[in-house]
DNA sequence: ATAATGACGTCGG
DNA sequence: TCCGACGCCATTA
């Protein structure tokens, strides 16, 4: 092999990866909470770490899916979500600011 | 190396 | 219901 050293395992990307796969995987109508996503890999290093990836990669995947624990969106894209949880017919707790999801229905537990 | 910040979560007032 | 304080942990200044 001509390569210098053995690639450093990179466990950021890894845990990064998981995180976009597992949002991808996220039916329509449905949420999870960073929470949710750090729990289910069990491996990452928190919710907080969650919140990072989505918010440099989450273009890449139904971010508006993934919510804070008490059911409100994303900051700042708060009108962007709902108009998707409108369109996907998503639970909504509140319609109108602050934009609730109602958890108790629309939680989606990542199910193989 | 220490301090501040952030797409978090939980608790207390 | 709303707001602030803490704990948590990688990243940035």
């Known amino acids: 092999m001509t390569e210098p050293a053995a690639r450093p395992a990179d466990p950021i990307a890894d845990f990064a990866s998981h ?30 770490q969650v919140g990072r990836v989505l918010a440099v990669y989450g273009s890449a995947v ?20 709902l108009s998707r949880y409108l369109d996907e017919g998503t639970p909504l707790r509140s319609a109108r600011p602050p934009v609730r999801v109602d958890m108790r229905r629309a939680r989606w537990t990542a199910a193989p």
């Open 62 to 81: 139904p971010w508006w899916r993934v919510i804070h624990s008490d059911g409100t969106p994303a900051p700042g894209h708060d009108e962007a979500a």
């Open 19 to 48: 995180v976009l796969d597992v949002v991808d995987a996220i039916p329509p109508g449905r949420v999870m909470s960073y929470g949710d996503i750090a729990e289910y890999l069990a491996e990452g290093p928190g919710p907080r």
